[in-house]
């Protein structure tokens, strides 16, 4: 299976693109919503619930996993990489959100490589909003200082944004305050972006209101559709893996907090039903 993982309802916009994109797979998603949102978290804590859930993952039978997390991605991702899967699950691989969204930010083909690949073709401003974690980490800047060092990055956290929609508080007066004062030093700042990349898999879920409070000229990029594309251009380049992927057509939910309210949420956002089921993170077994 591919295992898709988030800390709550944000990856389930990721996992609607990639089944849209690539129904063939078997996916198991997994939100660990008991602990979300990871954003406000510590370094230590946001990796040993990551690899928590990639374990339970694999444990289930993922032979690749997806971090539809940017915060497990930027925080957690490099090491459970280069230290954790060598060691304990070599044949096993988990990819991340950053990488493919800075490439499309900058214009760039996946896989590019720095000074192999043409200069991208964007220039001038471009912006990522991210939880604080996302953003104090700054792996957003290090990648397109590497792949577009000529363009302009903006970062803006947005407290509180996953947690509105973790509580369904998707529009309204309230909802716009919290969206305006993250907005606003972006869009009112003199450098006005030519893109706004939404750094957080929860985003896209404020898209609507987002998009009332920026101007018309700004695209707004969400990452569903990224990282599905780029996750097929993956799996070509990668053979051997995507041949170990199930074509059953199954479709598994699970969270760490109660199903039936995760379903009914979860549902709600997504505009068609989903029957979840509730796991125990810390029963999974350990290599």
Same mark, same amino acid.
């Given at each position: 299976m591919?295992?898709?993982?988030?800390?709550? @309802?944000?990856?389930?916009?990721?996992?609607? &693109?990639?089944?849209?994109?690539?129904?063939?797979?078997?996916?198991? !998603?997994?939100?660990? #919503? *008991?602990?979300?949102?990871?954003? *406000?978290?510590?370094?230590?804590?946001?990796?040993?619930?990551t690899?928590? #859930?990639?374990?339970?993952? !694999?444990?289930?039978?993922?032979?690749?996993?997806?971090?539809?997390?940017?915060?497990?991605?930027?925080?957690?991702?490099?090491?459970?990489?280069?230290?954790?899967?060598?060691?304990?699950?070599?044949?096993?691989?988990?990819?991340?959100?950053?990488? +493919?969204?800075?490439?499309?930010?900058?214009?760039?083909?996946?896989?590019?490589?720095?000074?192999?690949?043409?200069?991208?073709?964007?220039?001038?401003?471009?912006?990522?909003?991210?939880?604080?974690?996302?953003?104090? &980490?700054? #792996?957003?800047?290090?990648?397109?200082?590497?792949?577009?060092?000529?363009?302009?990055?903006?970062?803006?956290?947005c407290?509180?944004?996953?947690? %509105?929609?973790?509580?369904?508080?998707?529009?309204?007066?309230?909802t716009?305050? !919290?969206?305006?004062?993250?907005?606003?030093?972006?869009?009112?700042s003199?450098?006005?972006?030519?893109r706004?990349?939404?750094?957080?898999?929860?985003?896209?879920?404020?898209?609507?209101?987002?998009?009332?409070?920026? +101007?018309?000229?700004?695209?707004?990029?969400?990452?569903?559709?990224?990282?599905? &594309?780029?996750?097929?251009?993956?799996?070509?380049?990668?053979?051997?893996?995507?041949?170990?992927?199930?074509?059953?057509?199954?479709?598994? @939910?699970?969270?760490?907090?109660?199903?039936?309210? @995760? &379903?009914?949420?979860?549902?709600?956002?997504?505009?068609?039903? %989903?029957?979840?089921?509730?796991?125990? %993170?810390?029963?999974?077994?350990?290599?």
């Amino acid at each position: 299976m591919i295992g898709v993982f988030d800390s709550g @309802f944000g990856g389930l916009t990721v996992l609607d &693109s990639l089944v849209k994109a690539l129904p063939q797979y078997d996916y198991l !998603f997994l939100a660990d #919503s *008991a602990r979300a949102p990871y954003g *406000a978290r510590s370094l230590d804590v946001i990796y040993e619930f990551t690899l928590e #859930s990639v374990e339970w993952l !694999f444990d289930e039978g993922c032979t690749l996993v997806i971090l539809a997390c940017n915060t497990a991605s930027t925080r957690a991702l490099r090491n459970i990489q280069q230290l954790h899967l060598p060691k304990h699950r070599p044949d096993r691989r988990v990819l991340g959100v950053v990488r +493919p969204s800075v490439e499309a930010l900058a214009g760039l083909p996946p896989g590019a490589v720095p000074g192999l690949t043409p200069p991208s073709p964007v220039t001038g401003v471009v912006a990522v909003l991210g939880t604080e974690s996302t953003i104090e &980490s700054d #792996s957003y800047g290090m990648e397109l200082r590497k792949l577009a060092p000529h363009v302009e990055l903006i970062q803006q956290a947005c407290p509180l944004w996953a947690a %509105l929609v973790e509580a369904g508080e998707l529009d309204g007066p309230g909802t716009e305050w !919290f969206l305006r004062r993250s907005l606003d030093p972006v869009v009112r700042s003199g450098r006005m972006p030519k893109r706004i990349l939404l750094g957080c898999t929860h985003y896209p879920l404020l898209l609507p209101a987002i998009r009332r409070l920026v +101007p018309d000229e700004v695209e707004i990029i969400a990452q569903g559709d990224i990282v599905a &594309s780029r996750l097929a251009n993956w799996l070509e380049r990668h053979p051997d893996q995507e041949a170990r992927l199930g074509r059953g057509g199954l479709r598994r @939910f699970v969270t760490t907090d109660d199903a039936e309210w @995760f &379903s009914t949420r979860g549902g709600r956002l997504l505009g068609r039903p %989903l029957a979840a089921e509730r796991i125990r %993170l810390r029963q999974a077994g350990r290599p």
